[in-house]
């Protein structure tokens, strides 16, 4: 079978078509160079349809695919990532004389309604009160303020570890020298600056904001965050605390519970329908760290996963392609539609459970990032989005009665993607938005121009 395919991409490779140029009415271009497309019929194992198939482009977002699919093959879809309580001390008439302890396992899903069960929990196994300290270990993965520091301080950008909440970030509200945080927090500190526009913070629980303004925050400080949350929600289920403070590796203490998480495919689903950029960087730790990889920081664990498929699709080269994470959270990170449609034909190949691979995308018209995308295809595209500045893509399945395909649109700008990241927005504001403004109809002029290519390959 692999023989076949191979067969038939070089076949195809060899009498590729050729894209039409796009319609100008915004009067933006499209950098032919920097877009490709590639249809694969699903029925008939060939490439029917591509352009710069093999060409090296950033894929932002689609990237998530990647480590959904080597964490489903080497987890297993019925993998659960667990957070444990434990304690020290003993317990006597309901008061723990003694420290709670909240080890984090590494669990990508974790909301706020997951910590309210576990402080329930809590209650339920006898413990009232705590006459010592709610203590956090979050050792099994690494630390860090923010996934690219090379990308903006935003909400989509958040620091991560092995205790974090799936969004990880927070809600502001500023007027003129009075903040509302949500959640509130007292260890939090905001500072408004005159003439402010951008945010910025001096510590990880320190931050510089413009007046009269309505933010999303990224958690900087991950298991400190998480940990002074659970106190809190510990104290709704009517269990006090002393204090918050971080221990690793601590002794002579006994398990009092184990919090799981749900499924790994529910949690991939959930990610490639709502693109959690976090759920994949942590996905990506947990993969390297499983196979024994060095994994000190993303880029590691991102040459972890790219050996790993490596060694599951011999059949096309990997180690020329440069992976900086998981997410696609980069400007750096590349592949091609070639091999892209390797790992999405062998999705449309697996089942997971009552999980079938094409059931774990957004469709069109109807769920996740295609709620409100291609509505007059609804239900014929299953596929995952991309989206950064000047950087757009999608790939995933077409459906239609006659056709079941692969399918991977590509398009990037690096020249106007490289001004942008290279303008000093405190400087030249008015360039700045100029360029965010052009970024906009650019991604206007894609869209348009997978609409038209879909339509083509539905009506063919």
């Not at 140029?21 to 160079?33: A, C, R, W």
Request: net charge negative; glycine share 6%; with cysteine.
């Amino acid at each position: 079978m692999r023989s076949l395919i191979i067969l038939s991409i070089v076949i195809f490779i060899a009498s590729c078509n050729s894209v039409k140029h796009p319609s100008m009415s915004l009067g933006v271009e499209i950098n032919q160079d920097e877009f490709s497309y590639l249809l694969y019929d699903l029925d008939n194992s060939e490439i029917v349809s591509s352009y710069n198939e093999d060409k090296l482009l950033i894929p932002a977002s689609v990237f998530k695919i990647m480590p959904a699919y080597a964490a489903l093959e080497i987890f297993g879809h019925s993998k659960r990532f667990s957070t444990k309580i434990y304690y020290s001390g003993e317990v006597k008439d309901g008061i723990l004389n003694g420290d709670l302890i909240i080890s984090g396992g590494g669990d990508p899903s974790i909301e706020y309604q997951d910590l309210f069960n576990m402080a329930s929990l809590v209650r339920s196994k006898g413990i009232s009160n705590v006459n010592g300290n709610l203590v956090y270990e979050d050792e099994l993965l690494i630390a860090a303020p923010e996934i690219n520091n090379t990308q903006p301080i935003a909400a989509y950008n958040p620091g991560l570890s092995s205790l974090m909440l799936r969004k990880n970030s927070f809600l502001l509200n500023s007027k003129e020298r009075d903040f509302l945080m949500v959640p509130e927090l007292s260890y939090m500190n905001f500072n408004a600056a005159d003439g402010a526009e951008d945010i910025d913070y001096d510590t990880r629980h320190s931050w510089v904001v413009g007046k009269d303004k309505s933010y999303r925050l990224p958690i900087k400080d991950s298991s400190f965050f998480v940990a002074n949350v659970f106190s809190k929600i510990l104290e709704y289920n009517n269990i006090g605390v002393l204090g918050v403070k971080r221990g690793n590796n601590l002794l002579n203490k006994k398990l009092l519970l184990e919090y799981k998480s749900s499924s790994l495919v529910d949690i991939i689903r959930y990610n490639l329908n709502y693109s959690h950029n976090l759920t994949s960087e942590i996905l990506l730790l947990q993969i390297a760290r499983t196979l024994e990889c060095e994994n000190n920081n993303l880029l590691e664990a991102a040459g972890c996963l790219k050996r790993w498929y490596d060694d599951h699709f011999p059949q096309l080269k990997w180690n020329y392609m440069h992976w900086e994470n998981g997410s696609g959270l980069s400007i750096n990170t590349n592949l091609t539609a070639l091999h892209m449609m390797e790992v999405i034909r062998s999705l449309y190949l697996k089942k997971y459970g009552n999980e079938t691979g094409v059931s774990l995308f957004p469709i069109s018209g109807l769920t996740g990032t295609l709620k409100n995308k291609f509505l007059e295809d609804s239900l014929h595209i299953w596929a995952k989005t991309g989206s950064m500045y000047f950087v757009s893509g999608l790939a995933g399945f077409i459906f239609s009665k006659e056709h079941r395909y692969v399918f991977i649109i590509l398009a990037n700008d690096t020249q106007k993607r490289r001004e942008l990241d290279g303008v000093d927005k405190k400087v030249q504001i008015n360039r700045y938005e100029e360029l965010i403004e052009h970024s906009k109809l650019w991604k206007d002029e894609i869209y348009k121009k997978q609409r038209e290519l879909i339509k083509m390959w539905l009506d063919n």
